[in-house]
């Protein structure tokens, strides 16, 4: 059970801090929920407390491991279908995973491709969904401006083969 104030990933969306536990009647049933508020796009998402379990909400991560997320960022392997279908859905449930380090290898291997043979529309919009699910815990882990994760970042990308 988590409490005002904590800082939780929501697979799929990204991290944030609970804000409230609110309890509310929706289509007829009532339920409590966690409020979070997103970092990045200032948006807020209510989840019911009693599916964290399912859609795997958890704590970020501790500033330990964030050398683990910028190693796979860095690490020039990475295994991709030329399908670009199988592709999707691969990286889909690494995302759904929640796992950072799932993610990071979603961003990496996407923005490799796209520096490479260039991204469909549906894995431009996955590439940016998981960036964004990524900094958004990062920039709770470490406090720092969401630029300079992104000045970080674009520094490692920038070293990628084109």
């Known amino acids: ?4 104030g904590d800082r939780v990933v929501y697979p ?3 991290a944030g801090v609970i804000e409230a536990i609110e309890e509310k009647e ?4 009532r339920k409590k929920y966690y409020v ?21 909400l958890r704590e970020v991560i501790d500033k330990g491991r964030i050398e683990e997320v910028f190693k796979v960022l860095r690490n020039p392997n990475g295994e991709m279908s030329s399908n670009w279908n199988r592709r999707y ?4 449930e690494k995302i759904k995973s929640g796992d950072i380090l799932e993610v ?6 996407l923005t490799r491709r796209d520096r490479q043979k260039g991204l469909s529309t549906g894995e431009r919009k996955m590439l940016e969904n998981s960036k964004q699910i990524m900094v958004s ?7 720092i401006d969401q630029s300079e994760i992104i ?4 520094s490692i990308f920038d070293s990628y083969p084109e």
């Open 89 to 92: 859905r691969y990286h889909l």
């Open 26 to 29: 929706i289509l007829g049933v």
């Open 137 to 143: 815990e990062l920039l709770l882990v470490q406090g």
């Open 36 to 56: 979070m508020k997103l970092p990045v796009g200032e948006m807020k998402v209510m989840i019911p407390i009693d599916s964290i379990l399912r859609v795997g």
């Open 151 to 154: 000045n970080a970042l674009d």
């Open 1 to 4: 059970m988590f409490k005002i």
């Open 104 to 109: 990071a290898e979603v961003v990496r291997n």
């Open 12 to 14: 799929m969306h990204g």
